[in-house]
């Protein structure tokens, strides 16, 4: 899975926020509704996405905004908006992140 994530030519959805109007409490039951960066999985899989990916292929979806239309070229940009990549966090500071949030 990692390999999907980490592969240089893949692009990365990552949907960070629920579109506007969306209300956590008109999911069903047991869906996990913890904030994009309280999930165990949301930030293993934008780690894996951030060591090798231009960050133009790694595109957050929670900036798009209701009511806007988008072409590519528009998509990307708003999609990566301040969210550049990070440094890779060493493996004994991933683990200490990792502990601080919720896997289902």
Request: aromatic letters at 10%; one cysteine or more; glycine letters at 8%.
């Amino acid at each position: 899975l990692g390999t999907l994530y980490s592969h240089p030519f893949t692009t990365v959805l990552r949907l960070t926020s629920f579109p506007d109007g969306h209300a956590a409490e008109d999911q069903i039951e047991g869906t996990n509704v913890a904030a994009y960066f309280d999930r165990g999985w949301c930030a293993t899989e934008n780690a894996w996405a951030s060591l090798t990916k231009d960050s133009r292929l790694s595109l957050d979806l929670g900036k798009m905004r209701a009511g806007k239309e988008y072409d590519c070229r528009s998509l990307v940009l708003d999609c990566t908006k301040a969210g550049g990549r990070g440094p890779p966090l060493q493996p004994s500071a991933f683990a200490a992140e990792l502990e601080k949030k919720s896997f289902t």
